[in-house]
């Protein structure tokens, strides 16, 4: 025990008792965060382009960092010989990975928010077209304000791509215009809505004076499309009202509420809106809100998240914030329609 040690077994020991550092040599590890990100949205989304639109990024920004990433791994995460977009086995496999690592680090921020009393943390929500353009940006900027560590990405598109998307789990929370349907799915009422009939302001019916719902079956209607809950309400209200769908003059179906406003405005035909969309177009004089005897299309905007527990973390922000503040939405307690224009009246 008490033997002198050679110098090159004393140096020998020295090397055995230095502090061990480990250092990750692995290329996953090595990869940045926003490449990550990227393919999650490619992935996703299955499209470069619409990728690029959620990240405010070019196309071929997004091509890059993919090109990237697959040079890094060695193998090719999507197959781009077909008409479409589609995942890899090794694209597959990496996505159920990626979506594990948001969702841990996710928690470990959300964890250390709540030191201070505050959520944190990623947040994904879908949103109905009319949702997104016209009662969301009144929401966005208090929300903001009040959870400035919540990251918030926001998908629009029709219901039933906004139900998809959240039993897809690509979103935590959905805000929709019309009922949910799917037993995995808990709704929950957000916001009461009206569809109202616009026509030009030089249209017969541009009076003021209330028309019968036969007298739909004489105009051309634009409606939206297919999957719209807007369309889906309107068509079960106009048969509530005795009209059978075949007996309507459908002039064309369009993919956004602008898109029939811009159509009604150029006198193509009318068509419903909701209520919360044509405050600007009636106040300018382009358009008149016309009342239909016993008619009224009355819905609810509605939140939805995956069956189970309320949600946590930042997605439990956002649906207390939205349920609480509803109310002060409603500008001027609502409006009724009068002279083919609103009123300060409450309803």
Do not use: C
């Amino acid at each position: 025990m008490g033997r002198l040690v050679s110098g090159r077994r004393r140096r020998a020991a020295a090397v055995i008792l230095k502090p061990f550092v480990w250092v990750d040599n692995s290329r996953l590890a090595q990869l940045a965060n926003f490449r990550l990100k990227v393919f999650r949205a490619v992935a996703e989304q299955l499209s470069f382009r619409r990728a690029g639109e959620l990240l405010y990024l070019s196309q071929p920004a997004v091509t890059l960092q993919v090109k990237a990433l697959e040079e890094d791994l060695g193998v090719p995460l999507f197959d781009r010989t077909g008409p479409h977009v589609a995942l890899t086995p090794a694209g597959t496999i990496l996505l159920r990975y990626v979506r594990r690592i948001d969702e841990v680090l996710g928690e470990a921020e959300q964890a250390i928010a709540e030191l201070g009393g505050k959520a944190a943390g990623e947040l994904r929500i879908g949103v109905s077209t009319t949702i997104a353009q016209y009662v969301l940006p009144r929401m966005l900027g208090e929300f903001h304000r009040e959870y400035p560590q919540v990251h918030l990405s926001v998908q629009s598109g029709n219901t039933e791509e906004i139900v998809s998307a959240l039993e897809q789990q690509k979103i935590s929370l959905g805000l929709i215009e019309g009922p949910a349907r799917r037993r995995d799915v808990h709704a929950e009422p957000f916001l009461d809505d009206e569809l109202v009939l616009m026509v030009p302001a030089s249209h017969e019916w541009g009076s003021g004076s209330p028309i019968r719902a036969k007298q739909l079956a004489t105009a051309p209607l634009l409606m939206r499309e297919q999957g719209s809950g807007t369309r889906r309400v309107v068509e079960m209200a106009l048969e509530k009202a005795g009209l059978r769908l075949k007996e309507l003059k459908i002039a064309m179906d369009l993919d956004s509420t602008e898109a029939i406003k811009s159509a009604v405005e150029a006198g193509l035909g009318v068509g419903f809106a909701s209520r919360w969309a044509t405050y600007k177009e009636v106040e300018m004089g382009t358009l008149r809100l016309v009342e239909i005897l016993g008619l009224r299309v009355l819905r609810q905007f509605t939140l939805i998240y995956p069956a189970g527990p309320e949600p946590q973390g930042p997605a439990g922000a956002f649906r207390r914030f939205a349920l609480e503040r509803r109310n002060l939405l409603i500008p001027g307690g609502g409006i009724a329609v009068k002279n083919g224009k609103p009123s300060n009246r409450r309803k």
